[in-house]
């Protein structure tokens, strides 16, 4: 049996980044990372690659000549499939046995598929993996018309990519009475939505795939897709939508249920507290599949970007040699689309502020939403001034990029707000002021 002082499983963002500072501060120790896929790539750079501003080769993150200069042994298409806490053991898909020093869990999340009769047809296409990539510049380069299911972050990777590679008509179809509704306002999303206008891509709201057919009234219920391509979607409405190409984005989930059967603590993600610790000794979680207990909002808290995944893989590392360290960030992700951009900054959940302001108009192109707590309701375990002080604890920011910086430094800075609540809808008043 194999026995390596460091285990990770997951080689992306936080589990490459944590391998290397556990070298950087460890030049012994045995390091492996298992990785069920075949490549070790950037997720942030395939929209780039598929919208063809990059080539394929730019999105790989680190050389093969890396792993053997640092000394760190990289098992590609592997799957850890299960996790024996009390022998410190990771089962391997091959049946192979791995006993670990400290683990570290960084497998990210999988895309939710699309459960419709059809669904398995050719061109039905998601956006996760390099794979999936590949797949949809291939289908979209050839595709007259466009449909993409879902709205949100994936829906623009894919709408950007369809109209880069030339797909006449793009079609999102979300069923929520407006897009984005779980991120944004109305007026944000209006915002949005003419952006995607503008540019040939039009959002119907309310509507739900109820089938796909690759002819008329023919689809499959079941099996392989024998080379049957996708060529109609219809919708629960009874709208039906020709195309060749869809690009489905209903989400991700973290694939928790070998690790919760090993006696680690999950909920919708794998239950860290504030040093990405779980409840099992020398187990760690880090990046999209870890649920932390964020120190800034006293909360658990799930997080879906890049950044958050290395500063994450950090700090794991740093307490799987020894170092102890609180994970303390107030993230923000920024990204473009078409001549659009926009952000999110720290919490931007209703249920979790007091009071939402907005700043600019659907008018001017540019939305702002910001969303303040009272300190007096703060959560038990959350830092911060004590006393009855207001802070921003998170940010919509649409069309507006000069805006994040000091809307993320408010956050981080848990700065009180109380005396400056009333002016912040106002476009004049210039945001830095709140941390000059
Ligand atoms: C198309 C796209 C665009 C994005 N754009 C941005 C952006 O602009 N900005 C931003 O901040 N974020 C962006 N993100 C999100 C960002 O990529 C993720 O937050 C980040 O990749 C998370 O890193 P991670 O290491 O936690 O997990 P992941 O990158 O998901 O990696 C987890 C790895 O673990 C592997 N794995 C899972 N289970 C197992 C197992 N049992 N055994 C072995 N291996 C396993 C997976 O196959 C995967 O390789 C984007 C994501 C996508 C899909």
């Given at each position: 049996?194999?026995?390596?002082?460091?285990?990770i499983?997951?080689?992306?963002?936080?589990?490459?980044t944590a391998?290397?500072?556990?070298r950087?501060r460890?030049?012994?120790?045995?390091?492996?990372?298992?990785?069920?896929?075949?490549?070790?790539?950037?997720?942030?750079?395939?929209p780039?690659?598929?919208?063809?501003?990059?080539?394929?080769?730019?999105?790989?993150?680190?050389?093969?000549d890396?792993?053997?200069?640092?000394?760190?042994?990289?098992?590609?298409?592997?799957?850890?499939?299960?996790?024996?806490?009390?022998?410190?053991?990771?089962?391997?898909?091959?049946?192979?046995?791995?006993?670990?020093?400290?683990?570290?869990?960084?497998?990210?999340?999988?895309?939710?598929?699309?459960?419709?009769?059809?669904?398995?047809?050719?061109?039905?296409l998601?956006?996760?993996t390099?794979?999936?990539?590949?797949?949809?510049?291939?289908?979209?380069s050839?595709?007259?018309?466009?449909?993409?299911?879902?709205?949100?972050?994936?829906?623009?990777?894919?709408?950007t990519?369809f109209?880069?590679?030339?797909?006449?008509?793009?079609?999102i179809?979300?069923?929520?009475?407006?897009?984005?509704a779980?991120?944004?306002?109305?007026?944000?999303?209006k915002?949005?939505?003419s952006?995607?206008?503008?540019?040939?891509?039009?959002?119907?709201?309310?509507?739900?795939?109820?089938?796909?057919?690759?002819?008329?009234?023919?689809t499959?219920?079941?099996?392989p897709?024998?080379?049957?391509?996708?060529?109609?979607?219809?919708?629960?409405s009874?709208?039906?939508?020709?195309?060749?190409?869809?690009?489905?984005g209903?989400?991700?989930?973290?694939?928790?249920?070998?690790i919760a059967?090993?006696?680690?603590?999950t909920?919708?993600?794998?239950?860290?507290?504030?040093?990405?610790?779980?409840?099992?000794?020398d187990?760690?979680?880090?990046g999209?599949?870890?649920?932390?207990?964020?120190?800034?909002f006293?909360r658990?808290?799930?997080?879906?970007?890049?950044?958050?995944?290395?500063?994450q893989?950090?700090?794991?590392?740093k307490?799987m040699?020894?170092?102890r360290?609180?994970y303390?960030?107030?993230s923000s992700?920024?990204?473009?689309?078409?001549e659009?951009?926009?952000?999110?900054?720290?919490?931007?959940?209703?249920?979790?502020?007091d009071?939402?302001?907005?700043?600019?108009?659907?008018e001017?192109?540019k939305?702002?939403?910001?969303?303040?707590?009272?300190i007096?309701?703060?959560?038990?375990?959350?830092?911060?001034?004590e006393?009855?002080?207001?802070?921003?604890?998170?940010?919509?920011?649409?069309?507006?990029?000069?805006?994040?910086?000091?809307?993320t430094?408010?956050?981080k800075?848990?700065?009180?707000?109380?005396?400056?609540?009333?002016k912040?809808?106002?476009?004049n008043?210039?945001?830095?002021?709140?941390?000059?």
């Amino acid at each position: 049996m194999r026995n390596v002082d460091y285990l990770i499983v997951g080689g992306s963002a936080a589990g490459t980044t944590a391998a290397e500072v556990i070298r950087s501060r460890n030049g012994e120790g045995s390091i492996t990372i298992v990785t069920d896929e075949e490549e070790e790539y950037s997720r942030v750079l395939l929209p780039f690659y598929s919208r063809n501003k990059i080539k394929r080769e730019q999105v790989f993150l680190k050389t093969p000549d890396w792993y053997k200069q640092k000394n760190i042994e990289l098992l590609k298409k592997t799957k850890a499939t299960g996790l024996n806490c009390a022998d410190h053991l990771i089962t391997l898909s091959d049946g192979e046995e791995i006993q670990y020093g400290k683990l570290l869990i960084s497998i990210g999340g999988r895309v939710i598929r699309l459960d419709a009769a059809g669904s398995q047809l050719e061109n039905i296409l998601y956006f996760r993996t390099l794979e999936d990539t590949d797949k949809v510049i291939k289908a979209a380069s050839s595709a007259k018309a466009g449909v993409i299911v879902g709205g949100g972050l994936i829906s623009l990777d894919f709408a950007t990519c369809f109209k880069a590679n030339n797909v006449g008509e793009v079609t999102i179809l979300v069923k929520e009475p407006y897009f984005w509704a779980n991120r944004l306002g109305p007026d944000s999303s209006k915002v949005m939505v003419s952006v995607l206008a503008k540019n040939g891509v039009k959002v119907l709201t309310g509507e739900e795939v109820e089938r796909f057919e690759f002819e008329q009234g023919r689809t499959l219920f079941k099996g392989p897709t024998l080379n049957n391509k996708v060529a109609t979607v219809v919708t629960k409405s009874g709208k039906r939508f020709e195309c060749g190409v869809v690009g489905v984005g209903i989400g991700i989930k973290v694939d928790l249920e070998w690790i919760a059967k090993a006696g680690v603590k999950t909920n919708r993600g794998i239950l860290t507290n504030e040093y990405l610790e779980t409840n099992v000794k020398d187990v760690y979680a880090a990046g999209d599949c870890a649920e932390f207990a964020d120190v800034i909002f006293g909360r658990q808290h799930m997080m879906g970007n890049w950044a958050n995944a290395t500063s994450q893989g950090q700090a794991a590392a740093k307490g799987m040699v020894g170092e102890r360290t609180i994970y303390e960030t107030a993230s923000s992700y920024s990204d473009s689309f078409f001549e659009g951009t926009y952000s999110f900054i720290g919490v931007t959940d209703m249920a979790f502020a007091d009071e939402v302001i907005s700043r600019g108009s659907v008018e001017s192109g540019k939305m702002t939403q910001i969303y303040i707590k009272t300190i007096g309701r703060w959560p038990r375990g959350a830092s911060g001034p004590e006393g009855n002080t207001k802070r921003i604890v998170g940010a919509t920011v649409i069309n507006s990029a000069g805006e994040v910086a000091p809307l993320t430094a408010a956050v981080k800075g848990k700065v009180d707000v109380s005396f400056l609540v009333d002016k912040l809808a106002d476009t004049n008043f210039d945001l830095n002021q709140l941390v000059n």
